[in-house]
């Protein structure tokens, strides 16, 4: 059974980092594409990143562009976004997808002075 | 950047009811399109992949169709577990986008 497990969210200040992480399960992490969306509070999906598997390449929204980095630990089947410069337009619940069959249950980061 | 938009972005319907639901593309995207349902409170769940391919586990009342720009998701009678949020997704190119969804609730 397929699980992706986020984890690190949590109140920041704006202009804070933060570090997610979403441990992975039952399927082949190494060759698979993955990414993460958010969900504003009371809003849409929107895209975040993701990290390709065709040369490790990384690709980025424009909103996060600059100052979140998507990064991977095959070894440990774990995906990571690091955060910094959070913004309160950042606030959301950050899901952690192999992007097209399977979703984690989500991490909520609130930036708020 | 591929902009999608769906139609409607609410309805309420009847058990037992047929539902269909439009998303579009601002410009071709092939096939590469991916259907989400979402509950109150709950992680988005995959339902259709390559515009047509059901997931596994997926009920068969569920279906999609389409390619380039227009594609529509087929809910052949409707549940009351059905109700929810449903969401397209274009992974065509980067920036991969999401429509605004659409709401489907008891009539």
């Known amino acids: 059974e397929v699980q992706l497990l986020e984890s690190g969210g949590g109140l920041v200040r704006p202009g804070g980092s933060l570090r997610l992480s979403c441990a992975a399960s039952g399927f082949t992490f190494s060759n698979s594409a993955m990414s993460w969306v958010r969900q504003a509070p009371g809003t849409g999906l929107e895209w975040v990143s993701t990290?390709?598997?065709?040369?490790?390449?990384?690709y980025y929204a424009d909103s996060v562009k600059g100052r979140f980095t998507i990064s991977r630990d095959n070894s440990k089947n774990t995906l990571y976004l690091q955060m910094n410069s959070l913004r309160d337009e950042d606030t959301a619940i950050y899901y952690c997808?192999?992007?097209?069959?399977?979703w984690g249950q989500g991490t909520l980061v609130t930036v708020s002075s | 950047d591929i902009q999608m938009t769906q139609s409607p972005s609410s309805l309420s319907a009847s058990v037992g009811d047929r539902v269909t639901i439009t998303c579009r593309a601002s410009q071709g995207i092939s096939n590469s399109l991916a259907w989400f349902q979402q509950k109150p409170g709950k992680a988005p769940k995959s339902l259709i992949y390559a515009a047509s391919s059901l997931q596994s586990g997926v009920p068969s009342k569920f279906s999609g169709s389409g390619s380039g720009t227009d594609f529509t998701l087929t809910i052949s009678s409707l549940q009351p577990e059905d109700f929810a949020t449903y969401y397209c997704q274009q992974y065509n190119s980067y920036p991969f986008t999401f429509g605004p969804g659409t709401k489907v609730d008891i009539k």
């Open positions: 990290f390709t598997t065709s040369g490790d390449i990384t």
């Open positions: 997808a192999k992007l097209t069959t399977h």
